[in-house]
């Protein structure tokens, strides 16, 4: 199917389909501007909901050193990036709805998220608005409370997902909704399910199960661990796109919303350094949707990973900041950026492989010692040579800008550039992204895609409800050379349960 052809059944259905689209996002959108009178309710509650605390078994992941006063203080984040979790979010209105403690062993939660696109210019599909709804929800168990297993942690989470192809219409490579799937479609899937084990004093720590992958290794949004809550970041950037919370060189990790089962295993001698390794089912990279897997399927596709990482405390103030870097390889007989003679199949390589590199800094403390607002920094860079790779080199970073705006103590807001060098196959257009117009008669990707976002996130209700507004930039959209300029906005609202 083309983006624009011939009047047939299928591109009526197709027609129909960008409708309902349309209905859905003006419903959301409605929806928003509904939601609106409850932020001049929020801000005279402030206080009372300060209190109320957001929060998940992800604050000590193996993506960054442990700190375990981390998962007992306010987390005021909400959570924009699924890619970038692994484990429970939750904010306790679900578990008070169940009935349950808060000092229950056992944690309900999950959170609701909303969101709507309009290409306002350029792409392939200019004018167009697409929509996008996930519920998530997992359960958290403590088995040292709960079964007396000195250590262990069980997790399960599922997800609901609604939505359409927003990147496709944008000719975005690099994906500037990170909700939005490669493809439209309706799931609900088993998302995570695993046992985490610490063991030797939270020396090593073992995670076995359904990963969502992303959320252990090339996580620049981890944030540094500091015991003082007054100083501790509650998050590094609210970025919508996809850039920040996955390197476009490891868009072969498993990761939302087809996370994979495997094992990451994380060696800790102090709390500020860590060695990662992760090997995950990778069926994925030859087109699996292993999200929807139930089981494991493991054969010649194998993911595997390592990352070092260590943290840091800068100057008199004690800015936290955080580097890591990693290695990764994929298995398996991969599509290439080239084809044969008469296009009718890609040739293909065995296997591929990839750098990466990532780190966070606190820039400035408005009030040091009273609170964390301020502003922080982070870049990212990633390579790699293997040409079945979408993406051969990426550089990018942003600035967060944390309780900045007065009487607005927990609203974000940020900038983010993303660029990446892409596959100079001849035929690599035509493979990869092949559902683009018949007026596009080239079969190559453009030489590099750069993207620019900015955001505000306002935190309504904090921790339970957010709205977030962003625009995006696509001076040169990926997919194929000479689409214009892409301009998106987008709105997103989250309520965490």
């Given at each position: 199917?083309?983006?624009?052809?011939?009047?047939?059944?299928?591109?009526?259905?197709y027609?129909?389909?960008?409708?309902?689209?349309?209905?859905?996002?003006?419903?959301?959108?409605?929806?928003?501007?509904?939601?609106?009178?409850?932020?001049?309710?929020?801000?005279?509650?402030?206080?009372?909901?300060?209190?109320?605390?957001?929060?998940?078994?992800?604050?000590?992941?193996?993506?960054?050193?442990?700190?375990?006063?981390?998962?007992?203080?306010?987390?005021?984040?909400?959570?924009?990036?699924?890619?970038?979790?692994?484990?429970?979010?939750?904010?306790?209105?679900?578990?008070?709805?169940?009935?349950?403690?808060?000092?229950?062993?056992?944690?309900?939660?999950?959170?609701?998220?909303?969101?709507?696109?309009?290409?306002?210019?350029?792409?392939?599909?200019?004018?167009?608005?697409?929509?996008?709804?996930?519920?998530?929800?997992?359960?958290?168990?403590?088995?040292?409370?709960?079964?007396?297993i000195?250590?262990?942690?069980?997790?399960?989470?599922?997800?609901?997902?609604?939505?359409?192809?927003?990147?496709?219409?944008?000719?975005?490579?690099q994906?500037?909704?990170?909700?939005?799937?490669?493809?439209?479609?309706?799931r609900?899937e088993?998302?995570?399910?695993?046992?985490?084990?610490?063991?030797?004093?939270?020396?090593l720590?073992?995670?076995?199960?359904?990963?969502?992958?992303?959320?252990?290794?090339?996580?620049?949004?981890?944030?540094?661990?500091?015991?003082?809550a007054?100083?501790r970041?509650?998050?590094?950037?609210?970025?919508?796109?996809t850039?920040?919370?996955?390197?476009?060189?490891?868009?072969?990790?498993?990761?939302?919303?087809?996370?994979?089962?495997g094992?990451?295993?994380?060696?800790?001698?102090?709390?500020?350094?860590?060695?990662?390794?992760?090997?995950?089912?990778?069926n994925?990279?030859?087109?699996?949707?292993?999200?929807?897997?139930?089981?494991?399927?493991?054969?010649?596709?194998?993911?595997?990973?390592?990352?070092?990482?260590?943290?840091?405390?800068?100057?008199?103030?004690?800015?936290?900041?955080?580097?890591?870097?990693?290695?990764?390889?994929?298995?398996?007989?991969?599509?290439?950026?080239?084809?044969?003679?008469?296009?009718?199949?890609?040739?293909?390589?065995?296997?591929?492989?990839?750098?990466?590199?990532?780190a966070?800094?606190?820039?400035w403390?408005?009030?040091?010692?009273?609170?964390?607002?301020?502003?922080?920094?982070?870049v990212?860079?990633?390579?790699?040579?293997?040409?079945?790779?979408?993406?051969?080199?990426?550089?990018?970073?942003?600035?967060?800008?944390?309780?900045?705006?007065?009487?607005?103590?927990?609203?974000?807001?940020?900038?983010?550039?993303?660029?990446?060098?892409l596959?100079?196959?001849?035929?690599?257009?035509?493979?990869?992204?092949?559902?683009?117009?018949?007026?596009?008669?080239?079969?190559?990707?453009?030489?590099?895609?750069?993207?620019?976002?900015?955001?505000y996130?306002?935190?309504?209700?904090?921790?339970?409800?957010?709205?977030q507004?962003?625009?995006?930039?696509?001076?040169?959209?990926?997919?194929?050379?000479?689409?214009?300029?892409?301009?998106?906005?987008?709105?997103?609202?989250?309520?965490?349960?």
């Amino acid at each position: 199917m083309t983006l624009i052809g011939p009047l047939t059944n299928e591109s009526v259905n197709y027609w129909r389909a960008a409708t309902r689209s349309c209905r859905r996002c003006l419903c959301a959108c409605l929806f928003f501007l509904l939601l609106l009178p409850i932020a001049l309710l929020a801000s005279s509650g402030e206080s009372d909901a300060a209190g109320a605390t957001a929060e998940s078994s992800a604050s000590a992941a193996p993506a960054g050193p442990i700190d375990e006063s981390a998962a007992t203080e306010p987390q005021f984040s909400l959570a924009v990036n699924p890619r970038a979790l692994s484990g429970a979010y939750y904010s306790g209105l679900l578990q008070k709805s169940l009935g349950l403690s808060p000092e229950s062993p056992i944690k309900f939660g999950g959170v609701v998220t909303i969101g709507g696109n309009w290409l306002a210019s350029g792409g392939l599909r200019p004018y167009s608005t697409t929509g996008d709804f996930v519920l998530g929800l997992g359960t958290d168990i403590d088995a040292q409370r709960l079964l007396n297993i000195p250590g262990g942690e069980f997790y399960a989470s599922a997800i609901v997902y609604q939505g359409e192809n927003s990147n496709g219409r944008a000719g975005s490579v690099q994906v500037y909704d990170n909700l939005c799937p490669p493809n439209d479609f309706s799931r609900i899937e088993l998302y995570e399910l695993w046992w985490r084990q610490r063991l030797f004093e939270d020396k090593l720590i073992v995670k076995i199960g359904k990963i969502n992958a992303g959320g252990e290794f090339g996580q620049v949004l981890t944030p540094a661990p500091v015991p003082e809550a007054n100083m501790r970041d509650w998050t590094i950037s609210d970025l919508l796109y996809t850039p920040s919370g996955l390197i476009p060189t490891n868009f072969f990790l498993p990761i939302y919303p087809n996370t994979a089962w495997g094992m990451a295993v994380s060696f800790l001698p102090t709390k500020n350094f860590y060695v990662s390794y992760g090997v995950f089912d990778g069926n994925g990279a030859r087109g699996v949707q292993t999200g929807e897997e139930v089981g494991p399927e493991f054969n010649s596709y194998l993911f595997h990973i390592g990352e070092v990482g260590y943290a840091w405390r800068l100057g008199d103030q004690g800015k936290p900041g955080r580097f890591g870097a990693g290695i990764w390889g994929q298995t398996g007989a991969l599509a290439t950026g080239n084809s044969t003679a008469n296009k009718t199949a890609a040739i293909t390589t065995n296997g591929a492989m990839g750098y990466y590199a990532f780190a966070n800094q606190r820039l400035w403390y408005r009030h040091p010692g009273i609170d964390p607002s301020g502003l922080i920094g982070f870049v990212q860079f990633g390579y790699s040579p293997s040409p079945s790779n979408i993406v051969s080199c990426y550089a990018g970073g942003g600035l967060t800008a944390l309780g900045l705006v007065p009487r607005r103590p927990y609203d974000t807001t940020g900038v983010g550039i993303a660029w990446s060098k892409l596959n100079s196959g001849a035929d690599a257009g035509l493979i990869f992204f092949p559902y683009v117009p018949p007026s596009y008669t080239s079969t190559s990707l453009r030489s590099s895609e750069l993207m620019f976002q900015t955001f505000y996130q306002l935190n309504l209700i904090p921790p339970y409800m957010g709205l977030q507004a962003a625009y995006t930039a696509i001076p040169t959209p990926g997919y194929r050379p000479g689409i214009p300029w892409a301009n998106v906005f987008t709105l997103r609202m989250f309520i965490v349960l």
